[in-house]
């Protein structure tokens, strides 16, 4: 990390050596939210390029943050988790975001949209006590994006493991969820509900009545959407 390089004996300094460079915190991120492989990692951070997190996890593993673990009875896959050290960040990454959420201006957050990070968090903070006791699954459509990245699936049954497609699943959909990425980043931050996007026109529930009704509750909302902003 010879970039960031201060050469000044300050704690604060010798901790930026390590935090602050590109992408350091995001990967923290990601890893303090659940997700310890490296393609789960990327795909939180998905314009990270796989070379740049290949060393920013080795720089990371130097500094005693992360420790590079082999799956139990799959010793060709590894596994990130915190150290010490790393579970001490844990607050102020949250205070890092906390400020963010206060502080920036929404308006200027919501120009950097990203449908496939918006709904792998999603995926992770999804609440499933509120909805059946069954397989659902409910189709999100952002129309105006490109083909690529304008329908995803979110799967949810009990016991297992929230999972979300880019590509048609094959199952029948329970609710379809249309509206523009904007609205539905908004609503995932805080910055706006359910219930006034649809009152607004611009958000659409068609299917099961009661899962659309209760999409506020089973959507989970960002960690930091409870937030206050400054006025």
């Known amino acids: 990390m010879a970039e960031a390089r201060y050469n000044q004996f300050c704690p604060v300094a010798m901790a930026a050596e390590i935090l602050c460079t590109r992408w350091t915190m ?18 939180g951070a998905p314009r990270m390029s796989p070379a740049l997190l290949s060393r920013r996890l080795k720089e990371l593993e ?60 999603m995926r992770r903070n999804l609440n499933p006590q509120p909805m059946p006791a069954r397989r659902s699954v409910i189709q999100f459509q952002f129309p105006e994006q490109s083909a690529a990245r304008r329908l995803y699936w979110l799967i949810v049954a009990p016991g297992e493991e929230v999972d ?36 607004a026109g611009a958000l659409h529930l068609t299917g099961e009545r009661a899962l659309g009704d209760k999409m506020q509750t089973w959507l989970g909302l960002s960690p930091l959407a409870q937030v206050p902003r400054v006025a």
């Open 62 to 121: 130097a500094a005693g943050v992360i420790v590079r673990k082999p799956v139990r009875g799959d010793s060709e896959t590894f596994e990130y988790h915190f150290t010490d050290a790393g579970r001490e960040l844990e607050p102020l990454i949250m205070g890092f975001g906390a400020w963010g959420q206060r502080w920036v201006d929404k308006d200027v957050s919501l120009q950097h949209l990203d449908a496939q990070l918006l709904m792998w968090d």
């Open 164 to 199: 979300l497609c880019s590509v048609d699943p094959g199952h029948d959909v329970d609710l379809y969820v249309s509206t523009d990425l904007r609205t539905m980043t908004a609503i995932w931050m805080g910055h706006d509900t359910v219930r006034r996007a649809r009152d």
């Open 26 to 43: 995001i990967v923290l991120r990601e890893i303090m939210s659940g997700s310890h492989r490296f393609n789960d990692i990327r795909r």
